[in-house]
């Protein structure tokens, strides 16, 4: 019999002390006798840094008076009496296994129990259950008819790296996460500063990758001097025109799309257009006078307007066709960024956003995709089922977006390479894991779905 510790035993003492102390007060309903409750097994479990082949088991069983605590470590043989400290064990042989923890007292026993999934192939111990994919197919060469995008910055292009081998190796279409939009490339009235996009665009013209270029005007990449401008209204609009002017003729041939403007669209009732400095100087018409600029700037450079809950939103939806239908020749496509859940919009949403691109024969930009496995915050770590569920999600947005004609087609961006650096987590405040790779680089069931959308 092993007791789990002496402070424990010293903890109980006083009760076994009021039980005697009962006992001598003894009258005619007999001695006070206090039930021995049982001990709830628990413990934790991760996989060794030093050896992905080894488990470390971590008995956290707390209770008081005696106990015992074995381990069944599901490969066999007998019960093996829990030690101090944590148990190191090793799973060599592909399967999965159920390790329990059987903890008894004179109450009866409690068991916790997990499951260990290895897969020698995948690297040993699969953490929480998850393999991660071993599929060496190259995404970008699977998706033989559109570009497979994802995000950069300057800094990545510039220090190159893990994450940014792993770009050129899977994606043939980049775009800027946040240096090619106003508030970064005109900080200051009459001084643009293209640093960083010009680092971004190079790169991708260096290597033989798409740039898209996001976004010429977006209400919340708006620098403070232009939100707080003091000329008129007309000086206002030649400031605009000189800017998308400028920056799309600075980048003509180099880039092959632009999102002219983002996100013009409220989210409030009847889906109106959102108030902005843009709209309250230039009019209501004046997406429609940005795109006259970047089409002159460049006649062949294609143009998106891009926006996000095209497919959760019906009504915002109609809103975007609308937009679109307005614009007529000035706009080549549009671009529905895909900021989803594993659990919505249906695959029915996602095929509206396709349909009415496609039927007014315009390109598609599913952009901006990242799938999160926790929107309701209820979950501490990427299980098993989520991460299934996630990898289904994929492979439906990927299916959909594959089964457009030809002509409809452009690109599927991803916004973000692996989970730790998505915008999501800062912006919910919670953990979540969005995207295809793990935070060490390993693929995700996710990008076995993406791969399985193309078949
Ligand atoms: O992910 C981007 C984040 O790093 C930037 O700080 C932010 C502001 O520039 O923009 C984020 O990207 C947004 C995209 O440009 C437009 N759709 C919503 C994206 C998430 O906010």
Redesign the pocket.
């Known amino acids: 019999m092993k007791y789990k510790n002496l402070f424990n035993i010293l903890k109980v003492l006083p009760l076994f002390l009021l039980i005697i102390s009962c006992e001598g007060e003894e009258g005619s309903n007999g001695p006070i006798i206090i039930p021995v409750e049982k001990v709830q097994a628990a413990f934790n479990m991760s996989i060794s840094s030093s050896d992905s082949n080894v488990l470390l088991l971590d008995n956290k069983t707390v209770g008081t008076g005696e106990f015992k605590s074995e381990w069944d470590f599901g490969q066999g043989g007998a019960l093996v009496l829990d030690q101090p400290g944590i148990e190191e064990i090793r799973f060599d042989t592909d399967g999965t296994f159920s390790v329990r923890l059987i903890v008894t007292n004179d109450a009866g026993l409690t068991v916790d129990s997990k499951t260990v999934v290895v897969d020698n192939s995948s690297g040993g111990i699969c953490p929480n259950g998850i393999c991660a994919s071993t599929n060496s197919a190259i995404l970008k060469d699977a998706a033989t008819t559109f570009f497979v995008g994802n995000i950069t910055r300057a800094s990545r292009v510039n220090g190159g790296g893990q994450h940014t081998e792993i770009l050129k190796t899977h994606f043939s279409s980049i775009t800027s996460?946040?240096e090619m939009?106003m508030d970064v490339m005109y900080p200051s009235e009459g001084n643009y500063d293209f640093t960083a996009a010009d680092a971004i665009v190079n790169f991708g013209v260096d290597n033989g990758i798409n740039v898209h270029g996001?976004?010429l005007i977006w209400h919340?990449?708006t620098p403070d001097w232009v939100k707080n401008f003091s000329g008129t209204n007309a000086e206002f609009e030649t400031m605009v025109k000189d800017y998308i002017t400028t920056t799309v003729t600075r980048y003509k041939g180099k880039i092959a799309s632009w999102d002219v403007v983002?996100e013009a669209i409220d989210d409030g009732s009847g889906n109106p257009l959102r108030s902005s400095v843009f709209k309250d100087k230039m009019g209501d018409d004046y997406i429609k006078k940005c795109f006259q600029w970047a089409r002159d700037a460049d006649p062949d450079v294609l143009l998106f307007y891009n926006d996000?809950n095209m497919a959760s939103s019906p009504g915002k939806r109609t809103a975007m066709f609308n937009i679109v239908d307005d614009l007529g020749d000035l706009v080549d496509g549009v671009g529905a960024?895909m900021h989803i859940s594993y659990n919505g919009p249906s695959a029915s949403n996602i095929q509206a956003v396709a349909d009415g691109t496609v039927s007014r024969g315009l390109k598609l930009h599913f952009a901006?995709l990242d799938i999160r496995a926790n929107p309701n915050n209820d979950q501490t770590s990427l299980t098993a089922a989520r991460a299934d569920a996630q990898k289904v999600k994929f492979k439906e947005v990927v299916k959909i977006y594959n089964s457009i004609p030809l002509d409809n087609k452009y690109a599927l961006t991803v916004?973000g390479l692996k989970d730790n650096e998505s915008?999501l987590i800062d912006f919910w405040g919670h953990i979540d894991w969005p995207l295809m790779f793990n935070d060490d680089y390993s693929k995700k069931p996710a990008y076995d779905g993406f791969l399985e959308g193309l078949e």
């Open positions: 996460e946040y939009k996001h976004a919340n990449a983002n996000y960024q901006e916004w915008w």
